[in-house]
C-alpha cells in the first residue's frame, strides 16, 4: 500500500451542532478524530484540502497523517457528509489506526481481459453487480483494489467473489462471502413493429387504389376507382 498522505486540520473548542454551524461560517468543515481507546477529538479542515482528496480514486482506503497542532495521527476517512443540493462537504469522520488495526474497508473491484472473453466477443454485455467488495484486512495490507480476469468468460456465465484469489491477509466480509461480482449478458435486441402506411386525412389515393372505406360507383366494374366513369359510359362533356 502507499505511504500516507499528509493532511492539516485545526482542533476544535467545543462540539455540537452549533459549534458546527459556527465553524462553518468561518469557511471551514467541522469534523471528529476518534478510536484507537482515545477521546474524540474534534477538528476543522479547509474545504479546497478536503474536496481534492475526496475526487481522487481510493478516497476511503488511502492512510493519512493528520496533523492538528503538534500531534500527528494516522487516520482513515470513515465517513463524510454533503450537502444534498450542492454536495460540498458538511462535516467528515476520521478514525485513528495503528498498523496492526483490523478494519472492515469497502475496496473497489477492476475488470481485465476483456477482449479474452468469448461472450464480449459475441456481443455479451458484462453486467457489474458488485463494483466495491468490503473486505476485513489489517490497516497495513489494505489493498488498492481487487482484479477480476474475464478471460474465458462465455454468455450466462457469472463471477462468484469466492473464484477470486484475494491478497494475503485479505479475507471478504461474511455477507460478501458468495458474492455476485458480475455477469456476461445475452445482447438485447428490440425489433421495431413493422407499420403498415394508410393515406393521411385528406390525402388522394393514387391512381388505380380505392380509399379505405370509398364504395365503388353502381355499376362499376369490381376494383374501379371510386368517382372514376363506369365502363360503357359516355365521356362527361367538357
Given at each position: 500500500m502507499a505511504d500516507a498522505i499528509s493532511l492539516?486540520?485545526?482542533?476544535?473548542?467545543?462540539?455540537?451542532?452549533?459549534?458546527?454551524?459556527?465553524?462553518?461560517?468561518?469557511?471551514?468543515?467541522?469534523?471528529?478524530?476518534?478510536?484507537?481507546?482515545?477521546?474524540?477529538?474534534?477538528?476543522?479542515?479547509?474545504?479546497?484540502?478536503?474536496?481534492?482528496?475526496?475526487?481522487?480514486?481510493?478516497?476511503?482506503?488511502?492512510?493519512?497523517?493528520?496533523?492538528?497542532?503538534?500531534?500527528?495521527?494516522?487516520?482513515?476517512f470513515r465517513d463524510v457528509q454533503r450537502d444534498p443540493v450542492s454536495e460540498k462537504p458538511l462535516h467528515f469522520d476520521l478514525m485513528r489506526v495503528t498498523a496492526e488495526s483490523r478494519i472492515h474497508v469497502r475496496i473497489p473491484v477492476r475488470f481485465h481481459n476483456h477482449e479474452a472473453s468469448p461472450g464480449i466477443k459475441r456481443g455479451g454485455v458484462l453486467n457489474v453487480v458488485n463494483h466495491e467488495i468490503e473486505v476485513v484486512c489489517k490497516v497495513s495490507a489494505i489493498p488498492e483494489r481487487i482484479d477480476v480476469k474475464l478471460d474465458g468468460l462465455d454468455i450466462g456465465h457469472s463471477v462468484h467473489l469466492a473464484e477470486i484469489k484475494l491478497p494475503e491477509g485479505v479475507v471478504p466480509a461474511s455477507f460478501y462471502k458468495d458474492?455476485?461480482?458480475?455477469?456476461?449478458?445475452?445482447?438485447?435486441i428490440v425489433a421495431e413493429p413493422t407499420v403498415e402506411a394508410k393515406p393521411a386525412e385528406g390525402e388522394i389515393p393514387a391512381e388505380g387504389e380505392a380509399a379505405e372505406g370509398a364504395v365503388p360507383a353502381e355499376g362499376a366494374a369490381p376494383g374501379a376507382v371510386p368517382g372514376a366513369p363506369a365502363a360503357g359510359a359516355p365521356p362527361a362533356k367538357g
Open positions: 492539516s486540520a485545526q482542533a476544535r473548542d467545543r462540539a455540537g451542532r452549533g459549534a458546527a454551524r459556527s465553524i462553518r461560517r468561518t469557511g471551514l468543515v467541522p469534523g471528529v478524530i476518534y478510536g484507537n481507546k482515545q477521546a474524540p477529538s474534534a477538528v476543522a479542515m479547509e474545504p479546497r484540502a478536503l474536496l481534492l482528496e475526496m475526487n481522487r480514486p481510493g478516497f476511503r482506503t488511502r492512510l493519512y497523517d493528520v496533523k492538528v497542532g503538534d500531534t500527528t495521527e494516522r487516520c482513515l458474492a455476485t461480482i458480475a455477469t456476461i449478458a445475452a445482447p438485447t
